[in-house]
């Protein structure tokens, strides 16, 4: 089968693009350089360039010194004058956008997206997503069909009706270019409704008649979506209804916990999977590599500025970042983003670790404020991802969802970790899964695994097994339908936990 005639009419753009990647590498630091200080130079009459002396900055050092780290709260009232229509307040001009962040460990954020990182970020991110797939699968029909992909919505800011705030993903399909447009389903008209189950209901509807070649989303939502197609089909594999189906272009959430179950949706069709790092503050990696999952190229020509507190030093307030000349292997970061929608030294909130530099490579292994503490153990969102597919091979089951917290001590002062699992496919023995789950984290944590000595100060945990479709109404329940929605991995709170039981009893 010959090449569609679109994939061989950007041929000539990959190689380029490629080439000038590869040059970007190389170097990275230089190029990050001349990011800050394009950065700082079109904000110097901001309000916030004005405040903070941008006039005076020529170097990164004092940048740093003249700008402190970031969270939203420091730049919440900033946020909210622009909404009502403040100009020059952290980026020139008006903002017209902000997207409304998922919140899986906090309230809502309202971030900030001006014309240029819509542009020259978000949608730079997409292009070279497909660059990247189109370099490593020259003999693609990616563009002989269309892409499908699910947004959520967006609305007037009831302050200001000349805001829009809602989903990065409604956001970014409103403002698609009319030929990108033309390869994506649904259409605009269709994807921007409100109403999240009955757009669903809509969409899958036309989708088993339309010829998908790619979808692009978050796993949870996306095997969600495909088992509704199913249903509607009145088909056994997805391909009966999309024979041309070639790859997942996946992102938020972690795909290691779902790789099974898309594998088995997928078997025997050798279907490609490329993750992206993409959030509401701006896109930052694409996996370049299809035999390296989980690692991301950093992409340093978004405009977006990077820095980096190593983890040991955030958790105890020390906020010494590096730039990327300094960074190392195997370290876990904080990340720091600096952007051309007027983010200054802002902590996003996820932690990443490089894992080559020829080119750039990191993986996310958690977040600042996913991880459980309760009994001093120290548990990542890495580590509870890695103990459940560990668990899920050693019992040849499948989870669809889950979270955990810990355990309120007893008398003696002990707890255990409690797990809230939804299975596609259950375990055999669920008393097996538990304890591979916690053999896992043994080995994964010496932290934890010094406390599970003789039970000292945690037991064996805690397994809830719930019916398919309880954290898909829990998260009705929390009015999280929408494509961002995301489900806490951990929590050092009971809450989550306690409200998703509440359900089944």
Not at 113 to 127: F, P, T, V
Not at 484 to 498: A, C, D, L, T, Y
Request: aromatic share 12%; proline share 4%.
């Amino acid at each position: 089968m010959k090449i569609d005639p679109l994939s061989f009419f950007f041929r000539d753009f990959v190689l380029i693009r490629t080439a000038q990647l590869e040059l970007n590498d190389t170097q990275a630091s230089i190029l990050q350089r001349y990011v800050l200080f394009r950065l700082v130079s079109r904000a110097r009459e901001t309000k916030f360039g004005k405040t903070h002396n941008f006039k005076k900055i020529q170097t990164i050092k004092s940048f740093q010194k003249n700008v402190p780290i970031a969270h939203y709260d420091d730049l919440k009232e900033d946020i909210r004058e622009m909404m009502l229509g403040g100009k020059d307040i952290l980026w020139p001009g008006e903002t017209h956008y902000f997207t409304k962040s998922s919140a899986t460990t906090a309230d809502s954020k309202y971030i900030p997206m001006s014309e240029g990182a819509l542009l020259r970020c978000h949608y730079k991110g997409g292009k070279d997503l497909i660059t990247f797939y189109l370099r490593s699968n020259p003999d693609t029909h990616l563009f002989s069909g269309k892409v499908l992909s699910l947004c959520g919505t967006f609305y007037p800011f009831p302050e200001n009706e000349n805001i829009e705030v809602g989903d990065v993903s409604a956001i970014l399909t409103k403002n698609l270019p009319n030929f990108a447009q033309w390869f994506r389903f649904p259409g605009p008209e269709l994807a921007l409704k409100t109403g999240w189950e009955q757009k669903i209901e809509e969409i899958s509807d036309l989708a088993t008649k339309e010829n998908i070649t790619a979808i692009v989303g978050v796993p949870m939502w996306t095997l969600a979506f495909i088992k509704k197609v199913l249903e509607k089909s009145g088909k056994e594999s997805i391909f009966e209804v999309w024979p041309n189906l070639e790859v997942f272009m996946h992102g938020g959430i972690s795909f290691k916990p779902y790789r099974a179950i898309f594998d088995e949706l997928f078997k025997d069709k050798g279907i490609k999977y490329i993750e992206s790092y993409n959030a509401s503050e701006g896109y930052f990696a694409i996996q370049d590599d299809i035999k390296r999952p989980g690692e991301m190229r950093l992409m340093f020509d978004y405009g977006v500025f990077y820095e980096f507190i190593p983890v040991e030093l955030y958790e105890r307030g020390i906020y010494e970042a590096i730039t990327i000349r300094k960074v190392k292997l195997n370290v876990n970061y904080v990340i720091v983003i600096t952007t051309n929608a007027g983010l200054w030294r802002y902590v996003i909130g996820d932690t990443i670790m490089f894992t080559s530099f020829s080119p750039y490579r990191l993986k996310i292994t958690g977040r600042t404020k996913q991880y459980l503490n309760v009994y001093d153990e120290e548990i990542t969102m890495e580590n509870v991802e890695h103990a459940i597919s560990f668990a899920s091979l050693g019992t040849n089951a499948q989870v669809t969802n889950f979270t955990m917290c810990a355990t309120e001590p007893d008398k003696e002062g002990r707890g255990s970790h409690e797990w809230v699992i939804e299975f596609s496919k259950s375990p055999g023995d669920l008393e097996k899964f538990k304890n591979l789950v916690d053999e896992a984290l043994i080995k994964e944590n010496g932290d934890y695994a010094s406390r599970r000595v003789n039970d000292v100060v945690l037991k064996k945990p805690i397994i809830h097994s719930i019916p398919e479709g309880t954290f898909y109404e829990w998260m009705k329940s929390k009015n999280k339908l929408n494509a961002q929605g995301k489900v806490p991995r951990i929590s050092n709170s009971r809450e989550h936990v306690e409200s998703i039981l509440k359900l089944v009893k």
